[in-house]
T-cell receptor, first 111, second 114 residues
Framework: DAKTTQPPSMDCAEGRAANLPCNHS???????VYWYRQIHSQGPQYIIH???NNETNEMASLIITEDRKSSTLILPHATLRDTAVYYCIVRVGNRDDKIIFGKGTRLHILP | SQTIHQWPATLVQPVGSPLSLECTVE??????LYWYRQAAGRGLQLLFYSVGIGQISSEVPQNLSASRPQDRQFILSSKKLLLSDSGFYLCAWSGGARGNYGYTFGSGTRLTVV
């Protein structure tokens, strides 16, 4: 997997948009960007993934730069329940491609 | 729908005792299966993965072993636990159309070796 760089921690006020950055400057053309989050004492939860285009689902939006060297996960209206460690991962996304987790970003939602 | 079951949720075992953690997946066939461990305050470490029955790959040398006796069953074992085996153990599976091989994780087993 290509390496990713994320800030170790971030704060966001409740109700505001949380924007979590990720750098993946060595990403290959066939690698997807995946985001997972891990709430304390739970298993990681898939959030969203994308290849080139921006993506949106019921949980979040993923903005990928045109050169694909960085991306931003956006939680549009953060709540206290969004407090978690967020992992940005790049991988080919085929059946046998393993996920290697980095240290992620610890997001604190402030009341 | 697909579900993943992992048990037990918590476990306290003495040093030197054996270990068996079980993970089963329902609603899919021929999944890839994974065991991860998270030590206290640390990141997720991939321990084993399996692409089919009887096929196990180990990522790191350790005191643990894994087996896949059935398509949707993945077992993590140890003959003699060490204090350093304490941690949060997570099973995961993946499968699906190309480009959407996201992982689904179980709820985890918190193991304390005393």
């Amino acid at each position: 997997d290509a390496k990713t760089t994320q800030p170790p921690s971030m704060d966001c006020a409740e109700g505001r948009a949380a924007n979590l950055p990720c750098n993946h400057s060595t990403i290959s053309g066939n690698e997807y960007v995946y985001w997972y989050r891990q709430i304390h004492s739970q298993g990681p939860q898939y959030i969203i993934h994308g290849l080139k285009n921006n993506e949106t689902n019921e949980m979040a939006s993923l903005i990928i730069t045109e050169d694909r060297k960085s991306s931003t996960l956006i939680l549009p209206h953060a709540t206290l329940r969004d407090t978690a460690v967020y992992y940005c991962i790049v991988r080919v996304g085929n059946r046998d491609d393993k996920i290697i987790f980095g240290k992620g970003t610890r997001l604190h939602i402030l009341p | 729908s697909q579900t993943i079951h992992q048990w037990p949720a918590t476990l306290v075992q003495p040093v030197g005792s054996p270990l068996s953690l079980e993970c089963t997946v329902e609603g899919t066939s021929n999944p890839n299966l994974y065991w991860y461990r998270q030590a206290a305050g640390r990141g997720l470490q991939l321990l084993f993965y399996s692409v089919g029955i009887g096929q196990i790959s180990s990522e790191v040398p350790q005191n643990l072993s894994a087996s896949r006796p059935q398509d949707r069953q993945f077992i993590l074992s140890s003959k003699k636990l060490l204090l350093s085996d304490s941690g949060f153990y997570l099973c995961a599976w993946s499968g699906g159309a190309r480009g959407n091989y996201g992982y689904t994780f179980g709820s985890g087993t918190r193991l304390t070796v005393v």
